[in-house]
């Protein structure tokens, strides 16, 4: 009998016993309020009865809901996943006169748009403001905001200094989102030449510009005639942003940092760049920041106000210049300063020549230190500091009536001090952003593993409000559409990807101490599988610097460590995943923690000497012995500091080897940062960093090679027809298939062609492999876009063949290009090799492909294709040609030992092999077919007949395949030749990969692991392949591109296959993730832009009716047919009424611990369903139950054993997150959504694509309607499932792999209906 928990609700796991125990996700409170809240919504917007509108309904809101509860974050949350916005108040907007919009509706609309915007959902909004209606929204924001900075007065309810961080918080969301088009019409008005104008009345700065820009003075002549109706704005804020600096009201000091957060955003992109940068130059916003008094306070507010006007600083002074936008090299910024100061000593010269004849004549390099400039300037009164600033441009009358001492004196002028102050920063040297990064340490130490900035960017997307309605701000680059010039690019980058892996880092560090358990006195009371306690820690070596340089060249240290008390198991890991080149983080366990990272240099053997790292045999006795390097920038400030670092580290903690690449990511951008090659052809280098015509990377070509493309003519018929109505094959259709595109305006034929294949005559061993796949329109229009030079971008929705498409792309161009090589790369290894087997079945030489990185040993196929792999295969090849060479010479009845080598090959080739046809093949066109028959010297050389038919034409062609194949022999012994010269293996591995390999396959990661010494190899490559491309990391797509000196060969073309409307790379600190957008793709950054892509519109993975659940996020995408009509596609699912179903379920979502959601319910009824799958006679390998939190997986993991492994029968099904599950699928799904209270990261429409592509057959969604369905970004998907009701119908009397002709279905109520059915047939089937 099975156990009785089996139709009720006992016998939970370990970890559903935990959440059964822990209270409800949210506080009574905050339950209540939204309890509350969605009772109005149902009243007035959600309701049967339609949207019952009025303006004092929005009024209520306002006061009692959200001012009322202080801005709460869960009001707000609650009211914009109920589509406060969609249906109630732009939908009332777009239907009401702008004079009677009351200023509590605006000021609703922009609350909601910068609750959206801090979601990630903000584009769904964009959608529905079209046409003219964001221009009239954002004219009315504009005028309300002049009303708060006048007045100082509350704005629709809302107190003035909130009303500026809501309008200043829809700015950011605005200026994020300029590749709309609305948006950027009625945001660039704000930040034009007419910008100028407001600059100080000597106009000194302003004049300097049009000196050097000529066209721009013909520029403002015209604008001033059509004045902008909103230039205005900024200026105006600028004052406003000034005045509240200097206040002394705390809450101002939120406000301040956030409004510098929408500065260094306009100051990141040059087009918001160009004309504001030298406002905020002239209003001396940097000075006034630094003298204001929150820059001085240690509150932990004003320490975040300091972070931001430091990045602020390194935009207004970055090394670009800012009407051209031309990147500036090292070179040309120091130019630049000395330039300024020199012009500096020229005025002072020609002003004071006796008082400032000493700083005339200083050196521009002394001058760039603030205390000798300030020392100089002190030889001028106050009236003359005056006049000389104001001849150099700087601001000597303050804006605004300043209050604070010593700022602003009388009549409004600054104080002496200050305009020192300004002289200082203006001429200062200043870092290059490669300077600063050359000395920043690729391994995080405890200054930023435990810094605030790791803490708050972990905490962000929960962060609440606390004394003004401000979204939080962080310290840390964005990564939007542009960027300055590459080196700020990869500065953003380096800093960015630098703070992602010191989370990830910190949070192995914690989790090794909880599990260690360090005691008071030094030991430790557990155990941890990946960190261990120190035998010894030494170090051995201190190398001195090297000239110029103060670090010392090389630390060395020895670490020991004892695995004497571990399981075998875990001393296997220990030998094999650490090894040299790999990444060690040492760690003390006492307070205060100090962490220091070192790369594994070799290991030791008991006498201290360095063990070869390809011996064989493992390491014997317990204790392992390691030397390692040091960050030699880090121990020199060590050494500086009084503590004693390196003698407090006890325990040693490796990294899994997916995880631990960091390292060679952060030193591979470094050194690109300190390139002074062009890392990218010219072609692409504009559109990457988002300027330039998008479209021009799109470069067409009218002779395309498909090779084998097309499966028939009528095949080419069906692609072209519609575009091409007159298509003309020369003769009959043939591959390889060439085909010339006439331009479509001309209205020209379509003209197919075939090249002549290399005939071998009548020789199996080498015939072609033939492509089989009929490719659909769009397919084929994706290969002939990545047939040419340029750019292309294939967006791939679920089961349209991506990687038919890939392999074929790289088919194609192996063939059209014999002489150039293809760089292969996917994010995963899983994805490469799944398409490098299937390259491997095409008709492309085995000599010419190389696998490199780690996963090639899993590859399915008969030869090896890593580097030792392919010099094996070469060895062998070669030894398997001189046979056949030994053999030919037999034939011919020439003594000798010509088999001995390639070269004793060449020459018996050169004397024997040509000298006897060269003579025959003269003679041929004149002899009948007898004598081309018995005139052929090679007939012994063959063990089949050669010569079958009579027909002279086909005996001369006979005779030239079979010369052809035995040529061919001698032509791969020539490139075979290299590897018998070369004796040493890495010499033979290098050799193949620089010169041989024709297709060479890696993962991202290897990409940027190998980098410098790709380089240093010379490797070259014309084409870059990226599968993949959508999970990919913006910086992890870049190094791939730059893995070749530009001296000689460049990338002529990259094609990148992926789906941006699917989950983006995995990042998982919450702030990076979405506060500074570091999930997002170079692939999706593209598609923003308005490249051009090829969108593939037939799916063959799943039935039509599931696709329908997704196909609304694609252009077109509809079935592949008859493919997806027959066979099990066009069968009922048995058991199951529909092939897709929502059960709605009233269970409640649980929080254990941090992120870790669970359901109990849920867990219970996806596990109940599952058994019932089974019963019926479901293979357990064709069920996947995906969820969409880690905290449930575990839960369904504890609930399947307690219910399934009492009876092997039930076996265990596929278990995973939706995230763990991208790029595979099941033919059945059931899904747990886990969340109750809100939606959830499911609201990401790109994981609800996902999760609902996996199942072919049929697909069953758990979950709260309630929630669910109330979520505007989700309501096409719900609104689909819902077709077929929200319980779950059930026709239990069925089996697997039978079909029934009348059906009788049962509705299962609950998850103790559920449980009872499953225990009945449980029941039934032990009897």
Request: hydrophobic share 40%; with cysteine.
């Amino acid at each position: 009998m099975p156990p009785k928990s089996s139709s009720g609700r006992g016998g939970r796991g370990q970890r559903g016993r935990k959440a059964a125990q822990q209270p409800r996700a949210t506080a009574g409170a905050n339950s209540a309020e939204m309890d509350e809240i969605e009772v109005l919504a149902n009243k007035l917007w959600l309701g049967n009865k339609g949207v019952k509108w009025s303006d004092e309904s929005v009024a209520d809101i306002m006061r009692t809901h959200i001012v009322g509860k202080q801005y709460a974050r869960s009001s707000l949350q609650t009211l914009e996943r109920l589509q406060y916005f969609e249906l109630y108040l732009w939908a009332n907007y777009l239907s009401t006169d702008d004079t009677l919009v009351s200023d509590a509706h605006v000021m609703s609309i922009l609350l909601m748009a910068n609750e959206k915007y801090q979601q990630g959902v903000i584009t769904s909004m964009w959608g529905a403001m079209e046409g003219e209606a964001f221009g009239r929204l954002f004219d009315r924001v504009v005028c309300m905001t002049r009303s708060i900075l006048s007045t100082g007065t509350d704005i629709g309810f809302v107190d003035a200094l909130s009303a500026r961080s809501v309008v200043v918080q829809f700015l950011i969301a605005c200026f994020g989102s300029l590749e709309t088009e609305n948006v950027r019409t009625a945001c660039m008005a704000l930040t034009s030449l007419a910008l100028w104008e407001h600059i100080d009345d000597t106009r000194v700065l302003v004049e300097a510009e049009f000196e050097r820009m000529p066209q721009l003075r013909k520029f403002a002549k015209h604008l001033k005639k059509k004045p902008s109706v909103n230039g205005d704005l900024l200026p105006a804020l600028l004052r406003d942003f000034i005045a509240m600096l200097f206040t002394g009201d705390s809450r101002c000091l939120t406000y301040c940092t956030k409004f510098i957060e929408l500065l260094v955003d306009l100051e990141s992109q040059l087009a918001t760049r160009r004309y504001v940068n030298l406002l905020l130059v002239d209003y001396q916003i940097l000075d006034l920041c630094q003298v204001s008094e929150w820059y001085r306070n240690d509150l932990l507010v004003a320490k975040r106000f300091r972070d931001m006007v430091g990045m602020l600083r390194g935009r207004v002074y970055f090394q670009v210049d800012d009407v051209s936008g031309l990147a500036m090299t090292e070179a040309e910024a120091k130019d630049r300063h000395y330039r300024h100061v020199a012009e500096l000593q020229i005025m002072a010269f020609r002003v004071f020549p006796r008082e400032l004849e000493a700083l005339a004549l200083s050196s521009v390099a002394a001058l760039g230190d603030s205390a000798v400039l300030t020392e100089h300037l002190e030889a001028l009164d106050d009236s003359g500091l005056r006049r000389l600033a104001g001849l150099v441009g700087i601001r000597t009358r303050s804006l605004l009536p300043i209050t604070a001492s010593g700022i602003v004196q009388e009549e409004g002028m600054y104080g002496r001090e200050f305009v020192l102050d300004a002289f200082a920063e203006r001429y200062r040297v200043r870092a290059t952003v490669a300077d600063q990064v050359r000395e920043i340490s690729p391994y995080p130490s405890e200054s930023l593993l435990f810094s605030e900035i790791i803490t708050e960017t972990d905490q962000f997307s929960k962060q609440q409000f606390s004394d003004t309605i401000s979204y939080p701000v962080l310290p840390v680059p964005k990564l939007n559409l542009q960027f300055l010039t590459l080196h700020d690019y990869l500065a953003r980058c380096f800093e960015l990807y630098r703070l992602e892996c010191a989370y990830d880092i910190r949070e192995n560090i914690e989790d090794a101490v909880r599990r260690l358990q360090p005691n008071d006195v030094g030991g430790f009371d557990g155990w941890a599988r990946m960190a261990m306690p120190m035998h010894s820690f030494n170090v051995v070596d201190v190398q001195k610097p090297r000239v110029g340089e103060r670090a010392p060249s090389k630390v060395r240290a020895d670490i020991c460590i004892d695995l004497a008390n571990y399981a075998e198991s875990v001393v296997m890991e220990w030998d094999s995943e650490v090894r040299p080149r790999d990444v060690l983080i040492l760690f003390g366990s006492r307070n205060p923690r100090f962490v220091r990272g070192c790369e594994v240099e070799c290991r030791l053997d008991i006498n201290g000497k360095p063990v070869d790292e390809f011996a064989s045999g493992r390491p014997s006795g317990t204790l392992r012995n390691l030397r390692v390097l040091f960050d030699t920038h880090q121990y020199q400030v060590d050494l500086a500091s009084d503590k004693d670092v390196y003698a407090s580290l006890n325990v040693v903690m490796r990294r899994r080897p997916q995880e631990n690449n960091f390292k060679a990511v952060l030193e591979t951008v470094r050194d690109l940062m300190t390139s002074s090659v062009d890392l990218l052809p010219e072609w692409l280098t504009s559109t990457f960093l988002g300027y330039g015509d998008p479209k021009a990377l799109v470069r067409g070509s009218e002779r395309v090679y498909f090779g084998d493309t097309f499966v028939s003519a009528d095949h080419v018929r069906e692609t072209f027809a519609d575009q091409y109505p007159d298509i003309i094959f020369d003769e009959v259709f043939g591959k390889p298939c060439v085909i010339e595109f006439p331009s479509l305006d001309s209205g020209g034929s379509l003209r197919v062609t075939s090249e002549p294949a290399v005939d071998f005559g009548p020789i199996e061993s080498i015939r072609r492999k033939e492509n089989t796949v009929r490719f659909t329109c769009a397919q084929v229009a994706a290969i002939r876009a990545a047939s040419q030079p340029g750019l292309a971008l294939v967006v791939g929705p679920p089961g349209t063949g991506k990687t038919d498409v890939a392999v074929q792309i790289i088919s194609n161009l192996y063939h059209a290009h014999p002489r150039q090589t293809i760089l292969l790369l996917t994010h995963s290894n899983q994805a490469l090799n799944q398409l490098f087997e299937k390259i491997i079945a095409l008709d492309i030489e085995p000599r010419h492909l190389l696998r490199l990185g780690h996963g090639e040993e899993d590859l399915d196929a008969e030869e090896r294709y890593s580097k030792a792999g392919r010099v094996e295969s070469y060895l062998e090849r070669r030894r398997e040609l001189l046979a056949l060479v030994q053999r030919l010479a037999e034939a011919l009845d020439i003594p000798g030992d010509f088999g001995y080598t390639c070269d004793n090959a060449r020459l018996f080739f050169i004397a024997h092999v040509r000298m006897r046809w060269e003579p025959y093949y003269r003679r041929i066109s004149a002899m009948d077919v007898e004598n081309v028959v018995a005139g052929f010297p090679f007939t012994r050389f063959f063990d089949i007949p050669i010569f079958t038919s009579s027909d002279r034409a086909a005996a001369i062609r006979v005779a030239e395949g079979c010369y052809r194949y035995i040529e061919s022999i001698f032509d791969e012994l020539g490139d075979i030749q290299p590897f018998e010269l070369l004796r040493n293996n890495s010499e033979r591995s290098n050799y193949l990969l620089t010169n041989q390999a024709r297709i060479v396959a890696m993962t991202c990661t290897h990409a940027a692991l190998k980098r410098s010494e790709l380089i240093k190899l010379g490797f070259r490559y014309d084409t870059v392949v990226m599968e993949e491309a959508a999970q990919v990391l913006d910086i992890e797509t870049f190094i791939p591109l730059t893995l070749q000196s530009r001296r000689g060969r460049e990338l002529k073309r990259l094609v990148m296959i992926g789906d941006h409307n699917q989950l983006p790379p995995v990042v998982k600190n919450s702030g990076l993730r979405s506060y500074a957008n570091m999930e997002q793709s170079l692939f999706t950054r593209m598609v923003r832009l308005g490249v051009p892509y090829i969108e593939l519109n037939r799916q063959a993975r799943a039935r039509p009716e599931i696709a329908s659940l997704y196909r609304w996020r694609y252009r077109g995408l509809a079935d592949l047919e008859p493919h997806v009509m027959t066979g099990e596609f066009g069968s009922k699912t048995p058991g199951f009424v529909s092939t897709f179903q929502f059960v709605n379920l009233a269970g409640e979502e649980s929080e254990p611990s941090r992120y870790f959601y669970q359901n109990l319910d849920e867990a219970e009824f996806v596990v109940a369903l599952y058994q019932y799958m089974r019963l019926l006679g479901y293979p357990a390998e064709r069920i996947a139950i995906l969820t969409t939190y880690n905290g449930q997986r575990a839960l369904i993991r504890d609930v399947l054993d307690r219910r399934c492994k009492w009876l092997p029968y039930f076996g265990q099904p596929q278990v995973a997150t939706v995230d763990q599950y991208q790029g595979q699928q099941s033919d059945y799904v059931i899904l747990s959504l886990v969340r109750t209270r809100n939606v959830g990261h499911i609201r990401d429409l790109r994981r609800l694509t996902v999760a609902l592509s996996r199942a072919r057959l049929g697909l069953y969604v758990v979950g709260c309607r309630r929630v669910f369905e109330t979520c505007f970004e989700l309501q096409v998907a719900v609104q689909r499932l819902l077709a077929n009701g929200d319980q779950l119908l059930l026709c239990p009397d069925e089996r697997f792999g039978e079909q029934a002709d009348a059906r009788k279905a049962v509705v299962v109520e609950g998850v103790e209906d559920m449980g009872r059915l499953v225990y009945k047939m449980i029941e039934e089937h032990l009897e």
